[in-house]
């Protein structure tokens, strides 16, 4: 049955999902030009980098490498701005109510976030001490779809990636996690995640019998 739970983070569980878009949207005015939520789903699990290529693109502007760089520290500046007074109170609904539940039952959880920011805000939120393990930004190569995330935090619990469970707020998250081999649960809009395992909206929609029943089923 499934051992292991791993959790992303921006989205999944805390709202900072919308701050990261605000930071971009910021970015992207001053270069001149809009940045949609809608064109936001594909920044959702992407790396800082690559979301900064992505956003280029949109706006139609070759950079030098020099303004590449500025822009990306710009970038996370705002971010970090919008981020600083988080605090529990931004925990998504029944997020705690997950957690408990595997912790009660000894179950390990794990971190398996693109955000290079992530022990930063766990800390925050005083979710740090929850995680058995944490692999972040700072710990991958390739980013999401590539399942590589997932499996190191699979490798660091001593789980067998078919045996994790992987909850996920993006399109490029639940691709990493079936990837990986390893049970794919999207919380968000189910036609965006259409290609998770499970959906559900939000933590809140998730039954624990539901959960009890991942404890023993296999990928
Ligand atoms: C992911 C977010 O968790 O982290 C992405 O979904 C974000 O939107 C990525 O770009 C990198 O985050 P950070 O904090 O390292 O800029
Ligand atoms: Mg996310």
Redesign the pocket.
């Known amino acids: 049955g499934a051992s292991a739970f791993i959790f ?4 999944v569980i805390v709202d ?2 919308k701050y ?2 605000l930071a ?1 949207k910021k970015l992207a005015n001053e270069l001149g030009f809009e940045f949609t939520k809608e064109q ?1 789903e594909l ?6 980098k ?2 900064l290529e992505i956003l280029l693109d949109i706006g139609g502007i070759t950079a030098t490498q020099e303004q590449f760089d500025r822009w990306m520290v710009e ?2 500046e705002d ?1 970090l701005e919008y981020i600083e007074k988080m605090d529990a109170s931004e925990i998504l609904p029944d997020v705690p109510k997950v957690i408990g539940f595997l912790k009660d039952r000894n179950i390990p959880i794990a971190l398996g ?6 022990r930063p ?1 766990l800390e925050k939120v005083k979710l740090l001490p929850s995680f058995d393990a944490i692999v ?2 700072n710990d991958v190569s390739k980013a ?1 779809p590539d399942p590589e995330v997932f499996l190191i935090a699979a490798r660091k619990l001593n789980v067998a990636p078919e045996n994790c469970v992987v909850f996920e ?2 399109v ?2 639940i691709q990493a996690a079936n990837n990986a081999d390893m049970i794919s649960i999207g919380i968000g809009d189910a036609q965006i995640l259409s290609e998770a395992d499970y959906n559900f909206n939000d933590f809140t929609e998730m039954s624990l019998a539901f959960l009890e029943s991942l404890t023993s089923v296999q990928a």
Request: glycine share 12%.
């Open positions: 992303d983070l921006d989205g900072t999902a990261h878009y971009w936001n920044f959702k699990g992407v790396s800082r690559r979301c970038k996370n971010y976030s693109a955000s290079k920011n992530a805000i972040d930004g999401k707020d993006a490029a998250g």
